[in-house]
């Protein structure tokens, strides 16, 4: 089992950044991907960035350029820095890990704060 607790969410007004982070803890040597979801109201959850155990990241088009994923294996921690954020970033971000276990990845998912742009 894997707990996440993200942490770094709120209001910010467009144009700003802001920082989401998500510790780990539990069976964490066997996650073979971390990263981040989010869902706007009124939309399905999508896939916003991640990160493997190999180091290889990838992002959905919308956020290239201004979002980055990290990550900090001594604290067990990945975080997502967003710049130049729009109104149409507001939606539930949700941290996202997977263990592949008998070649089955198992998903675990954070409580999933809330990111509001508007001024």
């Known amino acids: 089992q894997v707990q996440l607790v993200e942490s770094g969410a709120g209001l910010v007004q467009p144009g700003g950044s802001l920082r989401l982070s998500c510790a780990a803890s539990?069976?964490?040597?066997?996650?073979?991907?971390m990263g981040w979801y989010r869902q706007a109201p009124g939309k399905q959850r999508e896939r916003v960035g991640i990160?493997?155990?190999?180091?290889?990241?990838s992002y959905v088009d919308a956020v290239k350029g201004r979002f980055t994923i990290s990550r900090d294996n001594a604290k067990s921690t990945v975080y997502l820095q967003m710049s130049n954020l729009k109104p149409e970033a507001t939606a539930v971000y949700y941290c996202?890990?997977?263990?592949?276990?008998?070649?089955?990845?198992?998903?675990?998912w954070g409580q999933g704060p809330q990111v509001t742009v508007s001024s």
């Open positions: 996202y890990a997977a263990q592949l276990v008998a070649d089955v990845l198992v998903a675990f």
């Open positions: 539990g069976s964490i040597s066997s996650i073979v991907v």
């Open positions: 990160i493997t155990s190999g180091g290889k990241i």
